[in-house]
């Protein structure tokens, strides 16, 4: 028998959708969608990271549902999304165009959250036509533009030319994950979230992460150590906050502080004390907080105006 793909029970385990939807994206790739909440309630689209699910969202979802209507998509080849024969930050940004079509139809305007490999996913599609005509505000977590292996601090050695190669090395590698082991939940943790994260926490992270296919998990590192989106980031014209742990080894706070100097419409960055990369489920409550900041500021005032 398989072991589970995420924790079943607490706070971490995903809720029941309302419905599922199937998403087409330009080259025929299927995505699977969630949605949870009222469908007159105001939208909120979660696009998690990489090597993560739908299931990444779990907290957020928990609480957002009784009074949003969330939208969560698994990014092809994570979760329940098919992989395809190749990957790009184009295909990302295709892929967001096709979950805002059929989840928002005509007009409808969101919140978009973005989490690492989502927020960059945010980036790309930025100057798309569907993400304008989408997209409210947007809420990047813990996320970059460029320069992703470089700044890492995963490896903690001196910045420098051997720290990228041993990042590039470590991150890219091909070997499965195996199951969750005590040694696997402390690398995971050391690896991804703040020294303080709580036993329950790491191993909601560690369920999500080991269920990604080895495959799918080193083709997108390839695609993540050569990403270059800092134009992308110049066309995100909708007001949009920036949220960072400062203990986030995969994208350090250098990252959070060059997005919000490039942002056209930037709402600030707010630095969480030792939290790491998983933000979302090292913080729920604050990431949580700022979803709702933000759907009350630029959506449910905006359809009142």
């Known amino acids: 028998m398989s072991r589970p793909t995420h924790v079943v029970s607490g706070p971490y385990a995903p809720p029941v959708p309302v419905r599922e939807l199937t998403a087409l994206s330009a080259d025929g790739a299927r995505l699977h969608v969630e949605v949870h909440g009222p469908d007159d309630a105001p939208p909120v689209v979660l ?30 080849g994570h979760g329940r999304s098919p992989a395809s024969p190749a990957c790009s930050a184009d295909m990302l940004a295709d892929d967001l165009e096709a979950v805002l079509e059929t989840a928002l139809g005509a007009g409808g305007k969101a919140v978009i959250v973005g989490h690492s490999m989502g927020g960059m996913t945010v980036m ?46 470590v991150l890219g590698a091909r070997a499965p994950l195996g199951p969750v082991t005590p040694l696997a939940r402390r690398i995971l943790k050391y690896g991804t979230m703040g020294p303080g994260s709580a036993p329950h926490m790491v191993e909601a992270c560690a369920r999500i992460v080991h269920a990604c296919p080895r495959k799918v998990r080193h083709a997108w590192s390839q695609v993540l150590d050569l990403l270059d989106l800092d ?54 409550e604050t990431v949580t907080a700022r979803i709702r900041e933000l759907v009350t500021t630029y959506v449910q005032v905006k359809e009142g105006a």
């Open 231 to 284: 134009h992308g980031v110049r066309q995100l014209t909708v007001p949009t906050a920036v949220l960072v742990g400062t203990a986030d080894r995969l994208t350090p706070p250098v990252h959070a502080h060059r997005l919000a100097a490039a942002l056209p419409h930037c709402l600030g960055v707010s630095e969480l004390p030792g939290v790491g990369h998983m933000t979302p489920i090292e913080a729920p």
């Open 47 to 76: 696009a998690h990271g990489w090597t993560c699910s739908t299931a990444f969202w779990a907290a957020q979802i928990r609480e957002l549902r009784v009074d949003h209507r969330v939208i969560a998509y698994d990014q092809r």
């Open 124 to 169: 790309a599609a930025a100057e798309r036509p569907a993400f304008r005509a989408h997209a409210a505000a947007v809420l990047l977590c813990s996320t970059g533009s460029s320069g992703l292996v470089a700044e890492s601090t995963v490896v903690p050695i001196r910045a420098g030319r051997l720290r990228t190669w041993l990042t590039r090395h």
